[in-house]
């Protein structure tokens, strides 16, 4: 089994401009899917985007600030909603024409969802179901996110096999090699991507468990894993002392028990934003266990930068080179079916 590195991008589809909690701090610019946004909260307190080119003189909206009314360019104090629309236009009066480009966007469960395509078919039934960044009195998560130099199905293909775990993150995540290439590994394809979960029985708890919970011998561990394409990844991990049921009821109290989003917002071709979310069950934000494991998350999926980006550099200077997939890979490769058909998907609306 063999397959190209490099996937094109699918316009059609929700992406995440941003958590919530960015906008707090003021408009942020970020490239998304090629496109240079502004991504703000106004004085009616919706999320918007737009493009950051004011359409007077071409400055960047994101130099501008927040009003009432939408976003003050900072250069000549016209003022754009969330549509587009000016509806500020100091000194003068305002003008139909007078406009910026706007894109669908969709706030909700600490996410700030975007669509860059044909705004027609921006259905927001489409958008991922994600109930636990809102249960916390049960998850408080922590948000994070890091700027990656790689076609984002690289960090797709890396969370669908976690084989990688025992050698990339030993002193973190991962734990010993061996134990998790001989994991028990269940994989179907789905609807929209993949889904796997891998039990290891009876094995050595990582440091991030260790760190948190502090187990005294061995845990049954599992790790479920869903892709939905083009890009999010819904985790579901943890572990109990061995023997005491934890396969029969993952929920059961005690152990250690995580829950991670994990999403790849492509920049452009070869660059992507990775937005991560982590909490530890019935830890509070501030808790040794919480801010441990984050922390350790944060560590981990720096080595996952370095690995991708090295990988991004290899592959691109031959990239009509095939590369090969193993069995573990049975994921990956569900994943990447699935990026193809919604990729030909896009393709008779683009030809016609």
């Known amino acids: 089994m063999s397959d190209f590195a490099f996937e094109p991008l699918v316009r059609n589809a929700w992406y995440i401009a941003a958590w919530s909690n960015e906008l707090d701090e003021g408009p942020i610019a970020r490239k998304i899917m090629g496109e ?3 991504i703000f909260r106004g004085g009616d307190g919706k999320a918007a985007a737009l493009e950051d080119r004011c359409c007077h003189r071409g400055v960047k909206l994101s130099l501008g600030q927040p009003v009432e009314k939408g976003i003050m360019c900072g250069y000549h104090g016209l003022v754009f909603d969330g549509s587009g629309a000016c509806v500020d236009n100091p000194g003068e009066k305002l003008n139909p024409a ?8 969709v706030e909700r469960q600490k996410f700030v969802w975007i669509w860059t395509g044909d705004a027609e078919q921006a259905d927001e039934s489409l958008i991922i179901d994600f109930p636990y960044h809102d249960m916390t009195d049960e998850y408080n998560f922590h948000f994070a996110r890091y700027d990656i130099g790689a076609n984002y199905m690289f960090m797709m293909d890396n969370l669908m096999d976690l084989t990688h775990l025992g050698y990339v993150h030993t002193s973190t995540i991962g734990g010993n090699p061996q134990e998790h290439d001989d994991a028990e590994l269940t994989t179907t394809r789905t609807e929209n991507g993949a889904h796997y979960i891998r039990w290891m029985m009876n094995s050595t708890p990582p440091p991030s468990f260790q760190k948190a919970v502090g187990f005294e011998g061995q845990v049954d ?4 894993f869903e892709y939905v394409a083009p890009s999010s990844v819904l985790q579901w991990g943890g572990g109990h002392d061995a023997g005491t049921g934890g396969r029969e009821n993952r929920d059961k109290p005690g152990g250690m028990v995580v829950r991670l989003f994990q999403h790849a917002t492509p920049a452009d071709d070869d660059s992507f934003h990775y937005f991560f979310s982590t909490a530890v069950r019935g830890q509070a934000y501030d808790a040794p266990a ?5 922390e350790d998350i944060l560590e981990a999926f720096l080595e996952d930068k370095m690995f991708i980006e090295a990988q991004q550099e290899a592959v691109g200077k031959d990239p009509g080179r095939r590369l090969i997939l193993r069995e573990h890979d049975k994921a990956v490769a569900y994943s990447r079916q699935a990026i193809h058909r919604m990729h030909a998907a896009e393709m008779p609306a683009a030809a016609e």
């Open 36 to 38: 240079d946004l502004v």
């Open 98 to 105: 007078y406009r910026v480009r706007s894109f669908p966007v």
């Open 221 to 224: 561990r599992w790790q479920d």
């Open 290 to 294: 919480s801010t441990a494991f984050h």
